[in-house]
C-alpha cells in the first residue's frame, strides 16, 4: 500500500525517479529558505523549531515528488501539519498571551475548524487545495484579532495570508490548464510557499523580539 504510486501533478508523464524535474528542484526553494531565515531565528527557540520543520518540508516533498508513492505523499505532508500546528501554537501563546494549556487546545482546535470548512471551499472549486485554504483564512482571523494590539504583526500575517492565497491559486490552476501547459504551475507552489514560509516565520520572530504598543 505505502509504496503504490500515483500521478497526481501536470508534469508527471511516468513513474520514473526523475518524471517531475522542476517540481522536484522548486522543492531547494525550501532549503533556501530555511538557511535564509535561521540566523534571524536567535534566541527564539519556537522560531528556530519552524525553521527546521521548512527545511524538512522540502526534504519530504522532494520525497514524494521523486517516488510518487503513498509514503512519499505522507513525507510531504507530515511536516506541513506540523508547521502548521506549530505556528498556531506559537502564535496564539506569544501574540495573545494565552497560557500553555489553552494555546495547545486553541492548536487542537484547527482539526474541528479545517474539517467544518473545507467541505465550503470544496464547494468553490478548489479540489484537492481545500484542504489548505482553511490555513490563509486562518491566518487573517488572527490578523484582524490582533490590528489594535500589534499592527505590525497584523500586516505581516495578512500578507502573508494573501501570498499564501495566490500560492493555493497556482497548486489549483496544475490540473486544468496542463493541456496548454505540460509543466504545470505546482513548481510555483513551491516557489511561493518557500518565500510564505520564510516570512510567516520572521513575523513571528520579530514579534517576540519587538515590544510593540
Not at 88 to 110: M, N, P, Q, Y
Request: charged share 15%; proline share 5%.
Amino acid at each position: 500500500m505505502w509504496t503504490e504510486q500515483f500521478d497526481g501533478y501536470c508534469e508527471r508523464v511516468d513513474f520514473t525517479f526523475w518524471s517531475e524535474p522542476v517540481n522536484v528542484l522548486t522543492n531547494l526553494a525550501f532549503v533556501l529558505a530555511a538557511l535564509y531565515v535561521w540566523p534571524r531565528t536567535r534566541d527564539v527557540p519556537l522560531a528556530r523549531a519552524m525553521t527546521v520543520v521548512l527545511m524538512l518540508i522540502g526534504v519530504g516533498s522532494f520525497a514524494f515528488h521523486t517516488t510518487a508513492t503513498r509514503w512519499g505523499a505522507l513525507a510531504d505532508t507530515a511536516p506541513i501539519l506540523g508547521f502548521i500546528l506549530l505556528y498556531i501554537f506559537a502564535a496564539t501563546r506569544d501574540f495573545f498571551g494565552l497560557e500553555r494549556w489553552k494555546s495547545v487546545l486553541v492548536t487542537l482546535l484547527f482539526f474541528p475548524f479545517a474539517a467544518a470548512t473545507m467541505p465550503l471551499f470544496a464547494k468553490l472549486g478548489l479540489g484537492s487545495s481545500s484542504a489548505y485554504a482553511p490555513v490563509p483564512m486562518l491566518i487573517f482571523i488572527y490578523a484582524y484579532l490582533l490590528k489594535d494590539k500589534a499592527r505590525k504583526t497584523a500586516r505581516g500575517l495578512a500578507v502573508g495570508a494573501g501570498l499564501l492565497c495566490l500560492s493555493i491559486g497556482f497548486r489549483m490552476l496544475d490540473g486544468p490548464i496542463c493541456a496548454l501547459w505540460p509543466m504545470g504551475t505546482h513548481f510555483l507552489w513551491h516557489l511561493l510557499n518557500a518565500v510564505v514560509l520564510a516570512h510567516m516565520i520572521a513575523v513571528y520572530a520579530n514579534h517576540i523580539g519587538v515590544k510593540e504598543t
